[in-house]
């Protein structure tokens, strides 16, 4: 079983559609939790970030972390074509450590 | 200003050959780690650098990989006799040395290798 289980999708929304993506894990000792948004050929960007348990709101994005049920989510709201992207969540334990991603999810915004 | 860059963007060798992977990352960021994301996977970790500290090379798949770091600059991520399960995208990450909140790791475009 991975440490962080996400489903790839793909998904497909409408444009000004509610998107909601989840992420669980395994291992109790994650305290930093992060969504990065990936375009195709690019490299990851940070998206979100939250410590511990807790939402957290900017702009259209928001971060949810359960860690009583080791569950993570990200919700975007009035979804835009150009959030088209690879989701993925990420995780780890301390400050300066290694990051374990989740396969991330891939959503397409229709217009 | 300039963010982590990688060399080359692609790289394409036969199933054998050596490779090296250059990461040059953000100037004053102290630690720097690889990553690799095989398609459609998530990045899978493979080795970390933290100013002098010995790496962390507990993602390293194998005694085929290799990474060295001179002081707090450059990195190199060294395959011998490359596999075609070695195909992959290799993305380098760095991240400051002050403590912030997240300690954010900044991520380069990657290398896109394919071994024959």
């Known amino acids: 079983q991975k440490e962080v289980e996400q489903d790839p999708g793909p998904l497909s929304v409408p444009e000004g559609a509610i998107v909601s993506l989840n992420c669980t894990y395994s291992?109790?000792?994650?305290?930093?939790f992060m969504w990065y948004r990936q375009y195709s050929r690019k490299g990851p960007e940070l998206l979100m970030y939250?410590?511990?348990?807790g939402n957290k709101e900017d702009g259209r994005f928001t971060a949810q972390v359960d860690k009583s049920s080791k569950y993570i989510s990200l919700f975007i709201r009035d979804s835009q074509p150009s959030d088209s992207a690879t989701y993925l969540c990420?995780?780890?334990?301390?400050?300066?450590?290694?990051?374990?991603f989740g396969q991330g999810t891939e959503l397409s915004v229709k217009p | 200003g300039a963010g982590v860059s990688q060399s080359p963007s692609n790289k394409v060798t036969e199933k054998g050959k050596d490779v090296e992977l250059r990461c040059d990352p953000i100037?004053?960021?102290?630690?720097l780690y690889w990553y690799r994301q095989r398609l459609g996977q998530g990045l899978e970790f493979l080795i970390y650098?933290?100013?002098?500290?010995?790496?962390?090379k507990s993602g390293l798949p194998s005694d085929r990989f290799s990474a060295e770091r001179t002081g707090e600059s450059v990195s190199t991520l060294t395959i011998q006799r490359t596999q075609q399960e070695d195909s992959a995208v290799y993305l380098c990450?760095?991240?400051?040395?002050?403590?912030?909140?997240?300690?954010?790791?900044?991520f380069g475009p990657g290398t896109r290798l394919t071994v024959l």
């Open positions: 650098f933290q100013g002098n500290s010995a790496p962390d």
């Open positions: 990450a760095s991240s400051p040395p002050e403590l912030r909140t997240y300690n954010e790791q900044f």
């Open positions: 100037s004053g960021h102290t630690a």
């Open positions: 990420a995780m780890k334990q301390v400050l300066r450590g290694k990051l374990i």
């Open positions: 291992n109790s000792a994650f305290q930093y």
């Open positions: 939250t410590y511990s348990s």
